[in-house]
Protein backbone atom coordinates (compact mmCIF):
# COMPACT_ATOMS: atom_id res chain seq x y z
CA UNK A 1 0.00 0.00 0.00
CA UNK A 2 1.05 3.15 -1.13
CA UNK A 3 0.00 6.75 -0.02
CA UNK A 4 0.83 9.55 -1.84
CA UNK A 5 -0.01 13.16 -0.38
CA UNK A 6 -0.32 16.79 -2.01
CA UNK A 7 -1.93 19.86 -1.74
CA UNK A 8 0.30 21.72 0.75
CA UNK A 9 1.82 25.38 0.31
CA UNK A 10 1.81 28.75 1.86
CA UNK A 11 -1.13 30.32 2.78
CA UNK A 12 -2.16 33.69 4.99
CA UNK A 13 -3.44 32.91 7.97
CA UNK A 14 -7.08 32.98 8.18
CA UNK A 15 -7.37 31.27 4.77
CA UNK A 16 -7.71 27.77 3.53
CA UNK A 17 -6.01 24.98 2.28
CA UNK A 18 -6.91 21.45 1.38
CA UNK A 19 -4.49 18.44 0.95
CA UNK A 20 -4.91 15.70 -0.35
CA UNK A 21 -3.75 11.50 0.18
CA UNK A 22 -4.43 9.16 -2.45
CA UNK A 23 -3.76 5.99 -1.86
CA UNK A 24 -2.38 2.90 -4.48
CA UNK A 25 -2.98 -0.48 -3.97
CA UNK A 26 -4.52 -2.62 -1.12
CA UNK A 27 -8.48 -1.87 -1.19
CA UNK A 28 -8.76 1.46 0.14
CA UNK A 29 -12.50 1.09 1.41
CA UNK A 30 -10.87 -1.56 3.80
CA UNK A 31 -8.59 1.25 5.93
CA UNK A 32 -9.41 3.82 8.44
CA UNK A 33 -7.24 7.20 7.38
CA UNK A 34 -6.11 9.72 9.20
CA UNK A 35 -3.90 12.78 9.36
CA UNK A 36 -0.83 13.47 10.62
CA UNK A 37 0.99 16.97 11.48
CA UNK A 38 4.60 17.56 12.76
CA UNK A 39 6.28 20.93 13.10
CA UNK A 40 9.75 21.99 13.38
CA UNK A 41 11.27 20.34 16.73
CA UNK A 42 8.20 18.66 17.95
CA UNK A 43 6.90 15.73 17.69
CA UNK A 44 4.14 14.13 14.99
CA UNK A 45 0.27 14.58 16.12
CA UNK A 46 -2.37 13.53 15.50
CA UNK A 47 -5.19 16.08 13.51
CA UNK A 48 -8.16 13.88 12.34
CA UNK A 49 -8.88 10.64 11.40
CA UNK A 50 -12.20 8.73 9.29
CA UNK A 51 -13.22 5.57 9.37
CA UNK A 52 -13.16 3.03 6.58
CA UNK A 53 -16.97 4.10 5.67
CA UNK A 54 -16.95 7.71 6.19
CA UNK A 55 -19.56 7.06 8.65
CA UNK A 56 -17.18 8.25 11.89
CA UNK A 57 -14.78 11.07 12.10
CA UNK A 58 -12.83 13.19 14.83
CA UNK A 59 -10.44 15.83 15.15
CA UNK A 60 -7.72 16.81 17.69
CA UNK A 61 -9.28 19.76 20.32
CA UNK A 62 -6.58 22.14 18.37
CA UNK A 63 -8.57 21.97 14.44
CA UNK A 64 -12.15 20.85 15.77
CA UNK A 65 -14.53 23.46 13.56
CA UNK A 66 -12.21 24.75 11.49
CA UNK A 67 -10.77 21.43 9.90
CA UNK A 68 -13.13 18.72 8.21
CA UNK A 69 -11.82 15.44 7.24
CA UNK A 70 -13.52 13.65 4.15
CA UNK A 71 -13.33 10.32 1.59
CA UNK A 72 -14.07 9.43 -1.74
CA UNK A 73 -13.55 5.83 -1.78
CA UNK A 74 -14.27 5.62 -5.55
CA UNK A 75 -11.12 7.96 -5.83
CA UNK A 76 -9.14 5.72 -3.26
CA UNK A 77 -8.76 9.47 -1.69
CA UNK A 78 -8.72 11.32 1.54
CA UNK A 79 -9.00 15.16 2.16
CA UNK A 80 -7.97 17.29 4.76
CA UNK A 81 -10.54 20.59 4.31
CA UNK A 82 -7.76 23.43 6.52
CA UNK A 83 -9.69 26.63 6.93
CA UNK A 84 -9.49 29.79 9.46
CA UNK A 85 -5.34 28.69 8.90
CA UNK A 86 -3.44 30.02 12.07
CA UNK A 87 0.39 30.51 12.30
CA UNK A 88 0.77 27.74 14.51
CA UNK A 89 -1.17 25.08 11.76
CA UNK A 90 2.66 25.24 10.27
CA UNK A 91 3.86 21.76 10.09
CA UNK A 92 4.41 19.05 7.60
CA UNK A 93 0.82 17.00 7.31
CA UNK A 94 1.31 13.07 6.65
CA UNK A 95 -1.66 10.65 5.72
CA UNK A 96 -1.66 7.15 7.50
CA UNK A 97 -3.67 4.50 6.79
CA UNK A 98 -4.20 1.22 9.18
CA UNK A 99 -7.08 -0.83 9.07
CA UNK A 100 -8.87 0.41 12.92
CA UNK A 101 -9.15 3.99 13.70
CA UNK A 102 -6.69 5.31 16.10
CA UNK A 103 -5.14 8.76 17.35
CA UNK A 104 -1.23 7.44 18.33
CA UNK A 105 1.26 7.40 15.26
CA UNK A 106 2.95 4.00 16.53
CA UNK A 107 -0.74 2.17 15.73
CA UNK A 108 -0.25 2.65 11.68
CA UNK A 109 1.42 0.87 9.71
CA UNK A 110 1.24 2.32 6.40
CA UNK A 111 2.50 6.43 5.78
CA UNK A 112 2.60 9.28 3.26
CA UNK A 113 5.57 11.25 2.30
CA UNK A 114 3.88 14.67 4.17
CA UNK A 115 3.14 17.91 2.42
CA UNK A 116 4.16 21.37 3.83
CA UNK A 117 1.53 23.61 4.99
CA UNK A 118 3.23 26.84 5.96
CA UNK A 119 0.59 29.49 7.37
CA UNK A 120 2.60 32.99 7.84
CA UNK A 121 1.13 35.54 10.17
Known amino acids: VQLQASGGGLVQAGGSLRVSCAVFGGTFSNYAMAWFRQGTGKEREFVAG????????FYADSVKGRFAISRDNAKNTVYLQMNSLKFEDTAVYYCAADSILRRSPDDYDYWGQGTQVTVSS
Open 50 to 57: ISWSGGSS
